[in-house]
């Protein structure tokens, strides 16, 4: 999970959500900064995203879905 919030607030999203890894305090660029060394990691990478904040993660993802319910794919 990549979220622009503080560390207690994402871990506690983390906890109830059953994720085990995330990253916080992240800056739209940072989100599609980890976006791209996820990639590196394991390939493709799907990102969701609720704002116009997560855009460059967004568009840096394989895929993308965001609030609106858009979808967008890159080959």
């Known amino acids: 999970m990549l979220i622009g919030d503080n560390e ?5 999203i983390a906890e109830r959500v059953g994720v085990d890894e995330y990253r916080a305090d ?3 660029n940072k989100k599609a900064d980890a976006i791209e060394a996820l990639q ?8 969701v995203g609720d704002g116009i904040n997560d ?3 967004l568009a840096t993802a394989e895929m993308g879905r965001d609030g ?3 979808y967008g794919y890159r080959s």
């Open 8 to 12: 207690g607030t994402a871990r506690a």
């Open 26 to 28: 992240l800056l739209p």
């Open 40 to 47: 590196a990691e394991h390939g493709g990478v799907a990102m």
């Open 55 to 57: 855009a460059p993660a």
């Open 68 to 70: 609106d319910n858009r």
